[in-house]
């Protein structure tokens, strides 16, 4: 796999001044790319040093979850420690704090399940109410608040964030990839 990636990338570099050379006239043919051929056999029944790499599992993310999908019960109990770009910081509290690699960006998630129905919590969100890992992010009336409700199987999680420090879309993201490194199912 790896030789092959070598020979199209040596095969693109050679392109590249061929096609430098060639007119800019809209008649010009553009220039096709050579056939690559196909990996040998081993022949002796050694290891083949050409056989592709098994493929890696797919690893599951926001777009994979179903519909009424749900995070496991007790997820707040042990978050993940990572998500995307932000990581769990140390300390106590009644919610979960993150924060972002390089900016100063923070997002909370409450460690209190909530068992108030999910669709009437939802039908607090103001504006620009957002399908979101396992439910629904927006904002506040007055546009101070980012607030996520994601459904659990024993109930409903709070994310919060501020949008002057994190937009409604990076908020949906995170509440993607924290459904899916809960084990979101």
């Known amino acids: 796999m790896r030789k092959t990636a070598l020979l199209l990338s040596a095969l693109a570099l050679t392109a590249v001044p061929l096609a430098a050379c060639t007119s800019a006239s809209e008649d010009a043919p553009a220039p096709e790319p050579a056939p690559v051929a196909d990996s040998p056999e081993p022949s002796d029944g050694g290891t083949d040093e050409y056989a592709e790499e098994p493929a890696e599992e797919p690893s599951a993310d926001a777009e994979t979850l179903a519909e009424d999908a749900v995070i496991p019960a007790g997820a707040v109990t042990d978050p993940p420690q990572q998500v995307g770009e932000f990581s769990l910081q140390d300390g106590s509290g009644p919610a979960h704090m993150y924060s972002h ?3 100063s960006i923070l997002i909370g998630v409450d460690s209190t399940v909530l068992s108030t129905d999910y669709e009437t919590l939802v039908e607090e969100i103001a504006t620009d109410n957002t399908p979101a890992g396992t439910g629904s ?3 506040n009336e007055a546009g101070t608040s980012i607030v ?6 024993d109930g409903v999680i709070t994310v919060t ?4 420090e994190i937009s409604l879309e990076d908020t949906v993201t995170f509440a993607d990839q ?3 490194e809960s084990g979101a199912a």
């Open 101 to 103: 690699a390089e900016e």
């Open 148 to 153: 996520c409700y994601l459904r659990t199987e």
């Open 137 to 139: 992010c927006g904002t």
């Open 161 to 164: 964030a501020i949008p002057s």
């Open 178 to 180: 924290f459904a899916v």
